[in-house]
């Protein structure tokens, strides 16, 4: 006989309140205003983060405009002419989560000049290697928070989101979510009349993506990781190819 249909698996999905504790996330708010100047991206942030908190995840936020980052595509700049650079200290903290959910404005339609900068530096680390021999950022997920007052959110999701799986990270279904007001001028998402943090159609696309990427943050960590063939660069680049031809491990 078969189970159940959708309609009961649907209910017990309903009654279980799953838990997500041992997983870790980090949020980056690549917002132009240094604290404790209101970040609009910070208030949509905190949505996810009282969800993924509620679940037993420890969550890590940085806001990237308080930090010295230096621009380039290396992973430490003071070894290219830069006299300061914190990123190598904040990669050690995307290093330790599982989820990494890059946030934002919209300026000009397109994503800012500090989540332009923030990509490039995780670019700048995406050669290193993890244990198994894949690039450092297997077996994490992505996602990614848009806010402006101004149109741009799908555009700006697509750049973020892209740019993030072709890094390594694993994108889940519905891995975006965004506010926008009134096309010109107006109110910003925090601002009183808005009707930001009450606006039923980002509050639904955000606990979808929250939800989404504990979901498969989780099955990541069950599985232990993307598996480990025909995707390791240290085999390939010791000439174990799998589907071509390998002369010398004949």
């Known amino acids: 006989m078969g189970g159940p249909g959708p309609e009961a698996r649907a209910a017990r999905a309903d009654r279980a309140e799953p838990r997500f504790d041992g997983l870790r996330a980090l949020f980056v708010n690549a917002t132009l205003k240094r604290s404790p100047e209101v970040s609009n991206t910070g208030g949509l942030i905190d949505r996810s983060v009282g969800i993924m908190r509620h679940h037993g995840v420890q969550v890590d936020t940085i806001r990237a405009v308080d930090h010295d980052i230096a621009t380039g595509v290396w992973p430490d700049m003071t070894e290219h002419g830069w006299e300061r650079d914190e990123w190598p200290q ?58 402006g007052n101004e149109d741009g959110v799908k555009h700006c999701a697509m750049n973020v989101l892209y740019s993030l799986q072709h890094l390594g990270y694993t994108i889940p279904p519905q891995a975006d979510a ?11 998402y925090l601002d009183a009349g808005s009707g930001g943090p009450d606006n039923d159609f980002t509050n639904r696309n955000t606990t979808f993506m929250t939800y989404n990427l504990l979901h498969l943050a989780a099955m990541l960590r069950a599985a232990g990781g993307i598996p480990a063939y025909g995707n390791q660069r240290s085999a390939w680049g010791a000439g174990c190819r799998p589907d071509f031809s390998n002369p010398e491990h004949r």
């Open 90 to 147: 904040l990669f050690r903290r995307v290093l330790d989560a599982d989820i990494l959910v890059l946030c934002g404005p919209i300026w000009l339609g397109d994503n800012s000049s500090l989540m332009k900068q923030v990509i490039e530096r995780l670019y700048a680390c995406s050669s290193l290697l993890n244990e198994a021999g894949q690039y450092a950022y297997y077996g994490r997920v992505g996602g990614c928070l848009i806010t």
């Open 178 to 188: 965004g506010w926008v007001g009134e096309a010109g001028p107006g109110p910003s």
